[in-house]
């Protein structure tokens, strides 16, 4: 999740928490039932005690005290650092998840240094002030450490006195609370079909204006695109217009689709948003700012339902109660050359989405491994690696190496597992069933396919 040119935040609350040191920078389990991976101990070591049941009366009004009421009453002084104090010799780790959420807002050095030392203390690892928020949150992930008692309520109230427009986005459902961070951005909570309305947001693009290849003289060929076919139309979506937006409602081969572009987690997805129950309006997906291990959180701008955005199914709100799970078509990662000779009746989105943005600025900006937490990533794989993922009749997710998988067919040889065949569309790779019907496969970095899939298996291992 980046910033794009039209983003200047204009928070009014933020001004008011100078004093306090917040500024805009960038659910409660047990304890984790099963040993840890020896690579998450090797690389994490391992989690301190974890006590289990409510807080103490004294240790709940320390919380309100430093998380709660220093954002709602946008101060810090005595009382919070005392609190704070209280909670590090409480040697509770599960309360560093709310320092946690409060680092990801600190600016004033000395009030990062007052909780990084709180939390060495509670995770019994040293934290450095300016790395904080990163190395903390990372341990917290690895070790599944539980939250306190009714986390939701403090961790609500941090972010939404801190940065408006989640009130509604921070209920309970079926989304770990734990997990979920600020991106950097504002929500896009504009209505739908305002695409050229600005905001201070990562701005969707609603029923795009589209032209024909040949028209399309500001694409290089080897310009990445997104490639989708419904129903025989085919359609070229550009890294550089996905990377600025993030979010597209369009509608292709008389289906109404929804998609979302993760530039963190490399990963294109398409959903059909016109099969839901009846009496449902169409879903209309949005940016909510937030993330998930490195992913985008997105929303229903009519409901406030969020789904998760690697799997498509509403975690929260009227959507997830209704059991809403969005069907996905299969997303082609390629280069347009390649997209246009393979499929030369596609129409591709107008040059003007991409506001301009340099379209190599990504490039460089990850290579040291993800920018926000993730926690651990599954070593069978490079982090970045790009794979291509499916779920198979059975249930089963399925990672391809995209690289070794590619080699493979273009060698001739066939690649099945249960009912998915992988095929060569236009230079990239998706996958079909026996009868040939699209699976809904899409490609991704390793990290984020194997961490919203941790039982996934590896094509080849």
Not at 25 to 40: E, F, H, K, R
Not at 381 to 401: C, K, W, Y
Request: with cysteine; charged share 20%.
């Amino acid at each position: 999740m980046v910033l794009h040119p039209l983003s200047s935040f204009k928070l009014p609350v933020l001004a008011g928490l100078i004093a306090l040191g917040l500024t805009a920078q960038s659910i409660a389990q047990s304890a984790p039932a099963d040993p840890l991976p020896d690579y998450v101990t090797a690389q994490f070591g391992t989690p301190p005690d974890i006590p289990d049941g409510p807080l103490s009366p004294a240790l709940q009004e320390a919380v309100e005290i430093a998380f709660i009421d220093s954002v709602t009453q946008q101060t810090w002084g005595d009382a919070q650092q005392i609190a704070l104090s209280q909670i590090a010799q409480s040697k509770d780790p599960r309360i560093a998840w709310l320092i946690s959420d409060m680092l990801r807002f600190v600016s004033s050095p000395r009030l990062q240094q007052s909780f990084a030392e709180a939390a060495s203390e509670l995770i019994d690892q040293p934290l450095s002030a300016g790395a904080a928020w990163g190395k903390l949150t990372d341990h917290l992930m690895a070790w599944d450490m539980p939250a306190p008692p009714d986390y939701l309520t403090a961790k609500s109230a941090i972010f939404t006195n801190i940065v408006p427009g989640w009130e509604r986005i921070f209920v309970e459902g079926d989304i770990d609370w734990r997990l979920v961070s600020w991106g950097g951005v504002l929500i896009d909570d504009r209505a739908f079909d305002t695409t050229d309305d600005l905001c201070n947001c990562i701005p969707a693009v609603d029923n795009p204006d589209v032209i024909p290849a040949a028209q399309a003289t500001w694409l290089a060929e080897d310009d990445i695109v997104f490639g989708i076919v419904v129903n025989g139309e085919a359609r070229a979506y550009p890294r550089q217009i996905m990377e600025v937006r993030e979010m597209v409602n369009d509608t292709l081969g008389g289906r109404d689709l929804g998609i979302p572009y993760c530039t963190l987690c490399g990963a294109a997805q398409a959903y059909f948003t016109d099969a839901v129950p009846a009496g449902v309006q169409r879903p209309v997906l949005r940016t909510s700012g937030l993330l998930i291990r490195s992913n985008k959180v997105m929303y229903d701008i009519n409901t406030f339902s969020v789904f998760d955005t690697f799997l498509g199914k509403a975690v929260t709100g009227p959507l997830a109660e209704k059991g809403v799970a969005l069907e996905q078509a299969s997303v082609v990662t390629t280069d347009w050359a390649s997209w246009q000779a393979s499929h030369p009746e596609t129409t591709v989105l107008l040059e003007r989405y991409a506001l301009g943005r340099n379209p190599n600025f990504r490039n460089g900006r990850d290579a040291n491994g993800p920018i926000f937490p993730v926690g651990d990533v599954d070593p069978r794989l490079p982090v970045h690696e790009d794979v291509i993922g499916v779920i198979t009749a059975s249930g089963q997710p399925v990672a391809f190496q995209r690289s070794t998988a590619l080699a493979a067919l273009l060698r001739g040889e066939e690649i099945r597992v249960e009912n998915v065949k992988l095929e060569v569309d236009a230079g990239g790779i998706k996958a079909v069933g026996r009868d040939g019907s699209d699976l809904g496969s899409h490609q991704a970095f390793w990290f984020a396919w194997s961490q919203f899939h941790p039982d996934t298996q590896l094509w080849g291992s």
